[in-house]
């Protein structure tokens, strides 16, 4: 079984719908939470991140954490062709050393059609 | 700023063969980790570097070594090269305290393994 399961899509959605993306991890000891884009040919670029559990929103992304279900979200409000773009989930634990790895999901591939 | 600069962006090597790929990192960025990302998969770390040491590696044989230099520019080698060594292989840079949440992930380097 992988750290963290993602559904790698992919997922199709009209333009202005709400995109709700999703992944869900086991290691219990994951404190950080990121959500990164990755256009086509390019490296991921952080989107948001979360610490601990709860909610964050910047503008029309909104990012979840239920670290009880261990289960975090990212909504994609107004969604625009511009975010067509694969979705990765990447999550570490907290180490007082600064020392850390990132763990990834899959990511989903994201089609926002005009 | 140029953020994180790897070089080259695509190369193809005979299996067997050896490969260095290079990455400059963001300015004022002290850490480099190193990623492979697999087509349709999500990026798998493989190790990151502080003050000219290896600090924390993933899971990945001796054949996968690098080396960061004062100026903290960093070299990934990979030996007796495999089929399934070929991946995207991103570097990311940050600040060794923020490495989470600071991270910049450059374009990548595309290797082919034939």
Not at chain 1, 47 to 70: P, W
Not at chain 2, 34 to 51: M, R, S, T
Request: proline share 6%; hydrophobic share 30%.
């Amino acid at each position: 079984q992988k750290e963290v399961e993602q559904d790698p899509g992919p997922l199709s959605v009209p333009e202005g719908a709400i995109v709700s993306l999703n992944c869900t991890y086991s290691n219990s000891a994951f404190q950080y939470f990121m959500w990164y884009r990755q256009y086509s040919r390019k490296g991921p670029e952080l989107l948001m991140y979360t610490y601990s559990s709860g909610n964050k929103e910047d503008g029309r992304f909104t990012a979840q954490v239920d670290k009880s279900s261990k289960y975090i979200s990212l909504f994609i409000r107004d969604s625009q062709p511009s975010d067509s773009a694969t979705y990765l989930c990447a999550m570490t634990p907290l180490q007082n050393t600064g020392f850390q790895k990132l763990v990834f999901g899959t990511g989903t591939r994201l089609l926002v059609s005009p | 700023d140029a953020g994180v600069t790897q070089s080259p962006t695509h190369l193809i090597k005979t299996r067997g063969q050896q490969v260095t790929l290079r990455c400059s990192p963001k300015s004022g960025h002290d850490t480099v980790s190193w990623y492979q990302q697999a087509l349709g998969q999500g990026p798998q770390f493989i190790f990151q570097y502080y003050e000219e040491e290896e600090r924390q590696r993933g899971n990945f044989p001796d054949r996968f070594s690098g080396h960061q230099f004062p100026n903290y520019s960093s070299e990934l080698n990979v030996n007796a090269l495999l089929l399934g060594d070929s991946a995207l292989y991103l570097c990311a840079s940050g600040p060794r305290r923020n490495m989470n949440t600071e991270a910049f992930f450059g374009q990548g380097t595309r290797l082919t393994v034939v």
